[in-house]
């Protein structure tokens, strides 16, 4: 078992040798509860740190608690007014099907809070599958234009069970295809944050006026936003 909790997270770098098979494990995430009033909700950016074998279901700690999964949809177009500091709007689609399998690479929005009338949770969440020890691929969306409106924003994730350097490992994003950026969602800043990724490939790389990351380590289990500017894969 890969271990969370509140304040530090377990990691685990492996490599699986040519012609092997991916372990089994159990990984667990710490995501903050939404604090305040009830009427508000904290946000997170996330993924499952398992690379295979992860459903909806592992996002709901229990009927006593809520909870919201959403996926992202980068073919729905954008307003053309759209305020530059939020450009993702629109396009969120809530993950119904409890049963539905979420590979390791795809992002999610997702709020929780305890039921005030039942009982509180500790905020960590258990994911059991096949864990990734290589490079992984998964084909984004690119709608064929990437004019005004067009949106091409894919929200994907860490699938490892480890932290990834955004500079030191700059391999792992060359990727022709996609803007030479990630954006991730700050929940105590109210806004998204912004990191140039050296390699990458195609686009400018503007930030939109976005602040910068305090880290470039991209965490277990953290999703984040690219854009692609041609079909691509990462």
Not at 84 to 104: C, I, K, S, V
Request: glycine share 12%; charged share 15%.
């Amino acid at each position: 078992v890969i271990e969370s909790n509140s304040t530090e997270a377990g990691s685990l770098i492996f490599t699986t040798p040519a012609g092997g098979t991916d372990p089994q494990a159990t990984v667990q995430l710490y995501i903050p509860v939404s604090t305040g009033d009830g009427t508000t909700l904290d946000w997170h950016n996330v993924g499952s740190p398992v690379w295979s074998g992860a459903t909806a279901a592992d996002f709901y700690i229990g009927e006593d608690n809520d909870a919201w999964l959403m996926g992202y949809d980068p073919t729905v177009q954008l307003p053309l007014n759209y305020d530059p500091l939020n450009p993702f709007l629109g396009a969120w689609l809530p993950e119904t099907d409890l049963n539905a399998p979420l590979p390791g690479a795809r992002g999610h929005f997702f709020a929780w809070r305890n039921n005030p009338t039942t009982r509180d949770n500790t905020g960590i969440f258990t994911f059991t599958g096949t864990i990734a020890g290589e490079q992984e691929q998964e084909v984004l969306t690119y709608t064929g234009s990437s004019g005004p409106g067009d949106n091409n924003f894919n929200l994907i994730a860490n699938p490892f069970t480890c932290g990834i350097d955004l500079v030191v490992e700059e391999n792992v994003w060359q990727t022709e295809g996609i803007e030479p950026a990630v954006w991730i969602w700050d929940q105590v800043a109210g806004n998204y944050r912004y990191e140039s990724v050296p390699g990458s490939g195609g686009g400018s790389g503007d930030n939109g006026n976005y602040p910068q990351f305090a880290t470039d380590i991209i965490a277990m289990g953290q999703g984040l936003f690219v854009r692609t500017v041609a079909n691509a894969t990462h």
